[in-house]
């Protein structure tokens, strides 16, 4: 009996786990935005979302570290170095912090948010609402591993998603942190109040509320003091950047390279090609006439194309020239 119920047990084993659903595929990109990729992530705001942190060229690039208010990058940190530091204070009765200049409790869109200094377009750092969506309307499997990279895959409630890389953060007065092969964070725009040990506020916090990535997964609820160096995943909101209508139909216009030509199908067959590097730079650009775009003769690689009609909706598609 024995050994008839052994493998009656690991086919029903290999049956429930044969039968456990699967996380969707990478999506790929829906666009771009001043040479920058975005995914769509089908959110209630509309906010689209970088593939890729700033610095980077790819999502498994950990780019740049930015302190909270600082708009160019560095390696190297400190309260003394931060660029809004003014000094200490100490008070018994409520403790020890550090004294702020005030730029603001929400730099999302201002002159000290990076991620609008570095690549402009519409692009800042994600504000409250766009935390909180991340966090309670997407989904992720927690840890795991693309490109021999560690990170989580975040999706999106259209299935479409996001990759955050495990990239660690700048150095802290010259030494590194001891969790910077495990861990990683990502400064939103929105200063996280701070009080002392008799309630009072500590007016301008010493941290900003970051979006953090360790070996438990996702969290976004957390916590950084503002002259950490950490890393930045930018978001455009079309409507409030006067963009809306660059968002793609990918189910209305397809894109096909064959015998060095960038066919057009769907709803849409005249309008105009452009031809992005990794890098975000554009290599070509000409009209598409019946449907067809005759490309230059352009190095092995990967490559964007972008597709915008007389109406200006767009669709881009990566394609691959060997």
Same mark, same amino acid.
């Given at each position: 009996?024995?050994?008839?119920?052994?493998?009656?047990?690991?086919?029903?084993?290999?049956?429930?786990?044969?039968?456990?659903?699967?996380?969707?595929?990478?999506?790929?990109?829906?666009?771009?935005?001043?040479?920058?990729?975005?995914?769509?992530?089908?959110?209630?705001?509309?906010?689209?979302?970088?593939? +890729?942190?700033?610095?980077?060229?790819?999502?498994?690039?950990?780019?740049?570290?930015?302190?909270?208010?600082?708009?160019?990058?560095?390696?190297?940190?400190?309260?003394?170095?931060?660029?809004?530091?003014?000094? +200490?204070?100490?008070?018994?009765?409520?403790?020890?912090?550090?004294?702020?200049?005030?730029?603001?409790?929400?730099?999302?869109?201002?002159?000290?948010?990076?991620?609008?200094?570095?690549?402009?377009?519409?692009?800042?750092?994600?504000?409250?609402?766009?935390? +909180?969506?991340?966090?309670?309307?997407?989904?992720? &499997?927690?840890?795991?591993?693309?490109?021999?990279?560690?990170?989580?895959?975040?999706?999106?409630?259209?299935?479409?998603?996001?990759?955050?890389?495990?990239?660690?953060?700048?150095?802290?007065?010259?030494?590194?942190?001891?969790?910077?092969?495990?861990?990683?964070?990502?400064?939103?725009?929105?200063?996280?109040?701070?009080?002392?040990?008799?309630?009072?506020?500590?007016?301008?916090? &010493?941290?900003?509320?970051?979006?953090?990535?360790?070996?438990?997964?996702?969290?976004?609820?957390?916590?950084?003091?503002?002259? +950490?160096?950490?890393?930045?995943?930018?978001?455009?909101?079309?409507?409030?950047?006067?963009?809306?209508?660059?968002?793609?139909?990918?189910?209305?216009?397809?894109?096909?390279?064959? &015998?060095?030509?960038?066919? %057009?199908?769907?709803?849409?067959?005249?309008?105009?090609?452009?031809?992005?590097?990794?890098?975000?730079?554009?290599?070509?650009?000409?009209?598409? %006439?019946?449907?067809?775009?005759?490309?230059?003769?352009?190095?092995?690689?990967?490559?964007?194309?972008?597709?915008?009609?007389?109406?200006?909706?767009?669709?881009?598609?990566?394609?691959?020239?060997?």
């Amino acid at each position: 009996m024995k050994y008839l119920i052994t493998p009656l047990i690991c086919s029903l084993a290999i049956n429930c786990f044969a039968e456990e659903p699967q996380p969707p595929a990478p999506s790929e990109p829906d666009g771009i935005i001043g040479g920058h990729e975005y995914v769509n992530l089908g959110l209630p705001s509309g906010t689209l979302w970088a593939t +890729y942190n700033v610095g980077a060229t790819s999502p498994y690039e950990k780019g740049h570290y930015f302190a909270w208010g600082e708009v160019e990058p560095r390696e190297d940190f400190s309260w003394e170095s931060y660029k809004f530091f003014e000094g +200490y204070e100490v008070d018994p009765n409520n403790g020890e912090w550090v004294v702020l200049e005030n730029i603001g409790a929400d730099i999302c869109g201002t002159e000290y948010d990076a991620a609008r200094y570095q690549w402009g377009s519409g692009w800042r750092l994600p504000n409250e609402q766009e935390r +909180y969506e991340l966090q309670m309307l997407c989904w992720s &499997n927690g840890l795991s591993e693309e490109n021999g990279v560690r990170g989580v895959r975040i999706y999106g409630p259209n299935e479409h998603s996001i990759f955050l890389p495990i990239c660690g953060g700048g150095l802290w007065n010259g030494e590194q942190d001891p969790f910077h092969n495990t861990d990683a964070a990502y400064w939103t725009g929105v200063e996280m109040p701070e009080y002392g040990y008799n309630g009072r506020p500590i007016e301008p916090s &010493n941290v900003g509320m970051s979006m953090l990535v360790d070996l438990a997964g996702f969290s976004s609820g957390h916590s950084s003091q503002k002259a +950490y160096g950490l890393n930045i995943r930018a978001v455009v909101n079309p409507k409030e950047a006067g963009i809306d209508n660059i968002v793609s139909e990918n189910d209305k216009v397809r894109l096909a390279y064959h &015998n060095g030509c960038i066919h %057009v199908s769907g709803n849409h067959s005249q309008g105009m090609i452009k031809v992005f590097d990794l890098s975000g730079r554009m290599t070509f650009s000409d009209s598409v %006439v019946d449907g067809t775009c005759l490309l230059p003769k352009l190095a092995d690689g990967i490559y964007i194309i972008s597709y915008a009609d007389k109406g200006n909706r767009i669709t881009t598609q990566k394609i691959t020239i060997k």
